[in-house]
T-cell receptor
Framework: AQSVTQLDSQVPVFEEAPVELRCNYS??????LFWYVQYPNQGLQLLLK??????LVESINGFEAEFNKSQTSFHLRKPSVHISDTAEYFC?????????????FGTGTRLTIIP | DGGITQSPKYLFRKEGQNVTLSCEQN?????MYWYRQDPGQGLRLIYY???????QKGDIAEGYSVSREKKESFPLTVTSAQKNPTAFYLC?????????FGQGTRLTVV
């Protein structure tokens, strides 16, 4: 069975500072990895995903994540945050197993940007 | 516009009553999911379905039931056996590489 660990439940960051949100996963088979963002009282929106190929994936709003197979990690980074980045961020994993479409989420990291 | 619609947005239930949350999608996705979200616990999987007329229990299925009679619809019933049903419920459908979420239903037991 797969699992996801987000070690930081809350991360406060000053505006225009860099940020890293950590995600580690556990799986005995190959995986797909995702980062989702949630604004208050809304559903989740896909931020970026790793399926195969380049281990560094980027979103349109400046976030990037790097798949590290040896460390089983998929940390999310942004070099300079903005007030509008304040939200909760969820890491998710899905195994590459036809017939098993289970999608497992971490407990989330609340990112707070300080003006 | 294609997407997932959850209704109602807010729902109040008296203790001992069953209540059904609606989830409809027009994305032609085979896989659909129900998650429960509580503060500090992230999203926990209740049930998922990979095809019509078939579904699997997730990690916290006790006190819940689902049906999948149509590809577009995956309703969730919160039964009286669920001891702590107050939560934010999210429905999702999934293509090969991405899950799409509805806007959620906030259920409160009064």
């Amino acid at each position: 069975a797969q699992s996801v660990t987000q070690l930081d439940s809350q991360v406060p960051v000053f505006e225009e500072a860099p940020v890293e949100l950590r995600c580690n996963y556990s799986s005995s088979v190959s995986v797909y990895l995702f980062w989702y963002v949630q604004y208050p009282n809304q559903g989740l929106q896909l931020l970026l995903k790793y399926l195969s190929g380049s281990t560094l994936v980027e979103s349109i709003n400046g976030f990037e994540a790097e798949f590290n197979k040896s460390q089983t990690s998929f940390h999310l980074r942004k070099p300079s945050v903005h007030i509008s980045d304040t939200a909760e961020y969820f890491c998710a994993v899905s195994v590459l197993d036809f017939g098993n479409e289970k999608l497992t989420f971490g407990t989330g990291t609340r990112l707070t940007i300080i003006p | 516009d294609g997407g997932i619609t959850q209704s109602p947005k807010y729902l109040f239930r008296k203790e001992g009553q069953n209540v059904t949350l609606s989830c409809e999608q027009n994305l032609n996705h085979d896989a659909m999911y129900w998650y429960r979200q509580d503060p500090g616990q992230g999203l926990r999987l209740i049930y998922y379905s990979q095809i019509v007329n078939d579904f699997q229990k997730g990690d916290i299925a006790e006190g819940y039931s689902v049906s999948r009679e149509k590809k577009e619809s995956f309703p969730l019933t919160v039964t009286s056996a669920q001891k702590n049903p107050t939560a934010f419920y999210l429905c999702a459908s999934r293509s090969y590489a991405e899950a799409f979420f509805g806007q959620g239903t906030r259920l409160t037991v009064v």
